[in-house]
């Protein structure tokens, strides 16, 4: 005969088959099962009582600081860069892998390649967006402001080749060909403790409710299962 631990996860699937396991057990099993029952409910409100009283607990700052040194490499803030961009499209911008396609994308990547020899030769890149950029940064110079990474694979990529005030070969998108201009640039560094002290108190307490929990469920299989039948 099957375990009854498992007759009892299958006949909670409905009242209908929970009857009928019941009326198959012998009065010995049905004490084991109420056994079951009994512990269950105990465990239940046991658990509901600690997260009440653990709603109420507050860590020490010692606690919390121990939880920060720990997630030193989580609590961090990630590399960025401060950068500029023009967009050089066309009002045929196309994508089409046809002759044509390919003709009207090699006349905005050669416009684009002015473009940058233009800022190369000294004039200022922040005016020339507002004159060519089809993007909607245009109106601000083409401000980008800070980009955490990652972002994208190929802005990444082209940023992270650059030193500040230098300038992208044009880049391929499917909007037309993008110029990016490196202004800044931030390491990652360490979030300070008063930024975190939030997330360090979740951590603490999401720890101190498993540790109840195991240790409420350890008791709960001791109470419901003493004996070697209900494996």
């Known amino acids: 005969r099957p375990g ?44 509901q009582y600690i997260y009440r009283q653990a709603s ?10 121990a939880i920060y040194t720990e997630r030193q490499e989580q609590f961090t803030y990630p590399a960025s860069r401060n950068a500029r961009e023009i967009l050089v499209s066309s009002e ?19 416009r684009a390649r002015e473009i940058r020899q233009r800022i190369l030769d000294g004039e200022d890149f922040a005016a020339l967006a507002r004159q060519y950029s089809a993007s909607r940064t245009a109106s601000t110079g083409g401000e980008l402001g800070w980009i955490q990474e990652p972002s994208h694979p190929r802005i990444d990529t082209a940023l992270a080749a650059l030193q500040p005030s ?18 800044e640039k931030r390491p990652r560094a ?11 108190e979740t951590i603490w307490r999401a ?25």
Do not use: H
């Not at 230098?166 to 202004?183: E, H, R």
């Not at 709960?220 to 003493?226: I, M």
């Open 56 to 65: 109420r607990e507050a860590p020490t700052e010692e606690q919390l600081q």
């Open 190 to 200: 360490p979030m300070p403790y008063e930024e975190t002290r939030a997330q360090c």
């Open 166 to 183: 230098q300038v992208s070969p044009p880049i391929a998108t499917n909007k037309g060909y993008l110029l990016l201009q490196l202004l």
């Open 4 to 47: 009854l631990r498992r007759l009892a996860r299958q006949a909670r699937q409905s009242p209908e088959s929970w009857q009928s396991l019941l009326s198959k057990l012998s009065a010995a099993e049905q004490s084991l099962l109420e056994q079951e029952r009994t512990a269950l409910e105990n465990f239940l409100l046991a658990r």
């Open 207 to 231: 720890r101190q409710l498993k540790q109840v929990e195991e240790e409420l469920r350890e008791r709960f299989l001791k109470e419901a299962f003493p004996r070697d039948g209900m494996q």
């Open 92 to 110: 045929d911008w196309t994508l089409d892998r046809t002759e044509e396609g390919w003709r009207k994308r090699r006349a905005v990547r050669d």
